[in-house]
């Protein structure tokens, strides 16, 4: 019989236990004690917006589920070590923010910002500084850090007592000088090794006798006695004949004084695509264009530094030993390019193999720069995965030794040696004997990011860190497989510099080498800053950290080598001189506030000086602002002097008072400067006569001073940088980060 509706069920057996279990379990969790608190963590702790009298702390903790309360102590490092030096707690004495109760961070589970803006700082002073965060389980205290506050009512200089050189001229017909990559992906600037003169693109055609201009127009300027005075070296062309979308500006690539300039012609025909161009070669002694070969594919491939012997690539047979492979759409094949040199005369094949009369087509040169000697007589290229030495009327295979596939990085000046790598090993090639050394016979090399000129100091990265290899001795740069960036290498393109006499390597590295907290204070990630190596201290220093220890706003870069286009035959033979040729002073760009007068929130062009250089006193050197720090737009660098003794930067801002505004080049020069111009005061009316001449009885005086209207304005006899007296305001101003 069924049972009766709403009677209970009388429990079987199995669920009569299940039910057991379940209310012993029950009753055991209510009375189990609760789980123990854990005492708070702390992460990071780091500090911004440092300047004179404050400065902000920060620190992630995390509460651990807890209500937890912070603060953070500081005192000056020289207070702190007193109290260690006494036997004492370091922070014994310290003060406290926020001074009253502790502030509150909740009761989370994860990481939470604690932050406190401290002030009443003196100047100039290093102080150290903690949090200690606590809860029902006890305190935490947090790493021990440091920070410097900046110097207090300092007054505004450039270093090396440089002045400001307005290089490009004040009427630019409207337009403006652009920076690098901002004309059809390309354009060119470069500055003379001595520092005397300057090239740069713009789209606008301005100076004497000013027309339209394809592209670009060049100028170069020249340093006078009364100032910068500006050509302009824009040859004239066909329409259209660098077609719709040009791959970078008409000129290339200058030569080292900028005395001889490699300049692409464009198509010179009416017809349609494919039409041959050519290159000319622009000098400026002697007079003259000379024309290279014509080709539908020709291609600058690489050169001398003073373009006395240039290669070209293209697949068009343009000498009798030539071999060219025919296309399938008609002409020749331009994936079996052939190399030619032209020194203003005849062009020359080089891919000629060993033994051979004829040609091989597939030859790349070994790269843009530093792949042809500087007096033309040896030329490294690859082929086949081989890496060959053309040497006047002879070939030999560079990596025959080792059964090819070298890969070319850089040979000395002179060609006598060069430096390949295969299989992660380093060789270095004698071009007398043909013998490759292995220079790391432990392998590992993930990049070579350059050499000295003689070939017996060569810095590269393997898989544990940055190394130095001179003359059979290997040094350990800076340890950690990503110790310098991608970026640095290869040689001939890469970030990295290293002085002619190899003593001395400025790279790029976002790992913290130096101990210097670099990560960025908005994101949390590593941003890259700037080290110079030194290896006769066997020194590395940090030449882009902020001075203040505060994490930084941005990174720092060096620029490696320029492009000039982004599509095929692009000119990136010319890296602009960051490093000084003796190694002690470094200029590079940075988004970070590195001074207290860079207030623009935009990246700007520092230098660092090395400890004796320019008055600096520091172990870890001196960094200045080259550029203003007090613009729109900010600033980029361009190119120095070998010497440093010349810094060429791009900036929206007037910094003579005859630069009425625009994007224009300046020159930061050592002891540079000129008279500010002569100009007629304003004067309206009788005002504008000339002031009657002095009686010629002295005892009757005069009628008015002077003799010739208004009085003379005087002039400084160089014009000197200046600023009006600059007191930010500490508290509250932001400094964190450029926007």
Known sequence: MAPARGRRRAPTPVRAAALTLWVSAALTLAVAPAQAAAPPQVGATWATDVAASSATLHAAVNPEGTETTYRFEYITQSAYEANTGAGK???????????????????????????????????????????????????????????????????????????????????????????????????VLQAAANGQSATYSSPASFGEGAQGAPVASQYISHRTEAGWATENITEPTLSGAYGDNPNGVPYQLFSSDLSRGLLLDGNRCAGPEPCAHSYSLRQSAGGGLGQSPQAPDLDFAGADPDLHHIVFSTCAALTSDATEVPGGGGGCDPAQANLYEWSAGSPILINLLPGQVKGTPGAKLGAQSGAVSSDGTRVY??????????????????????????????????????LFTKAAHLYRVSAST????????????????????????????????????????????????????????????????????????????????????????????????????????????CASCNPTNARPSGPSTIPGAIANGKAKGSTDAYKPRALSADGTRLFFDSADSLSPFDTDDRPDVYEWQAQGIGGCAKASGCIGLISSGKTVEGASFVDASASGSDAFFITDGSLVPQDPGSFDLYDAREGGGFPLPQEPLECDGDTCQPLPPAPEDPAVGTAAPGGGGNAAVSFPKAHKPHHKKHHPKRAGRHRGGKR
Request: glycine share 18%.
């Open 434 to 541: 043909g013998q490759a050394t292995d220079l790391t016979p432990g392998g590992g090399v993930v990049g070579v990011l350059g050499a000295s000129e003689d070939g017996a100091s060569v810095y590269y990265q393997d898989g544990s860190g940055l190394e130095r290899w001179h003359e059979g001795t290997i040094t350990e740069v800076a340890a950690g497989g990503s110790a310098a960036e991608a970026s640095d290498y290869p040689p001939a393109t890469g970030t990295a510099r290293v002085s002619p006499d190899g003593a001395h390597l400025a790279f790029l590295s976002q790992v913290s080498l130096s101990g210097y907290d670099n990560a960025d204070a908005a994101s949390g990630k590593p941003d890259s800053e700037a080290f110079v190596y030194d290896a006769a201290t066997d020194h590395l220093t």
């Open 381 to 418: 290229f690859e082929e086949n995965g081989n890496l060959y030495l053309r040497e006047g009327e002879h070939t030999t295979e560079a990596d025959e030794s080792l059964g090819g596939g070298g890969t070319f990085q850089i040979a000395t000046p002179d060609g006598s040696l060069a």
């Open 89 to 187: 707690e370091g922070f014994a004495g310290a003060a406290k923010a926020p001074s009253g109760a502790e502030a509150s961070l909740g009761s989370g589970s994860g990481a939470v910002g604690a932050h406190q803006q401290i002030e009443g700082l003196k100047s100039s002073t290093a102080y150290r500084y903690r949090v200690r965060a606590t809860n029902t389980a006890g305190p935490t205290l947090g790493p021990e850090v440091t920070f410097i506050t900046e110097q207090s009512g300092a007054a505004f200089s450039l270093p090396d007592s440089r002045g400001w050189e307005l290089v490009s001229p004040v009427d630019k017909n409207g337009g403006a000088i652009t920076g690098f990559g901002q004309i059809s992906g390309g354009g």
